[in-house]
């Protein structure tokens, strides 16, 4: 199979990512009305409103998500961070390209829901709540004093 054939094949595939256990897919490719929407929404302009003129603007979590998708990641009971991270992950991926969403999603680590390649190899807290195993105690005061501050002298000129 040419390379060329390899890449066309993989631009039709969906982006999938997994959390909590459960691969969802998302659309790869958006309409050009969406992509332009990101684009505002990046550089804080409204170039697009004359491609929405009569019409009310679409739902960017809905459109990038996938209306099936979103709606089974909520059934899975999905959180509300897990959902603004996956929007912010297809957002970066549209916009600055699938390198730049990986890094992303990777960043998170385990905490959105799927051990990445770095995070799995991680060393982990053994506590479930990811808090401290031990307080540290409080550093003794007695005995200490702290510095005066002494005034330095100019070098002297030499004559």
């Not at 807290?125 to 031990?134: D, F, I, K, Q």
């Not at 702290?146 to 005034?151: I, Q």
């Amino acid at each position: 199979m040419s390379d060329d054939l390899r890449q066309m094949l993989a631009e039709q595939q969906p982006i999938t990512r997994t959390i909590g256990g459960t691969a969802y897919a998302f659309p790869r490719s958006i309409p050009a009305r969406i992509g332009l929407l990101l684009v505002d929404l990046m550089n804080g302009t409204d170039d697009s409103a004359e491609f929405f003129e009569g019409s009310e603007r679409p739902n960017l979590r809905h459109e990038l998500l996938g209306h099936q998708t979103l709606r089974q990641m909520v059934l899975d009971g999905c959180t509300s961070e897990e959902v603004d991270r996956t929007f912010s992950f297809l957002i970066t991926w549209h916009t600055n390209g699938p390198a730049a969403a990986e890094k992303l999603w990777t960043s998170w680590g385990d905490a959105q829901g799927e051990a990445s390649p770095a995070a799995s190899t991680a060393k982990r807290p053994s506590s479930s709540t990811g808090a401290a195993s031990r307080t540290r105690s409080r550093a003794s005061t007695s005995g200490t004093s702290t510095r005066k501050a002494t005034s330095r002298k100019a070098p002297r000129a030499s004559s």
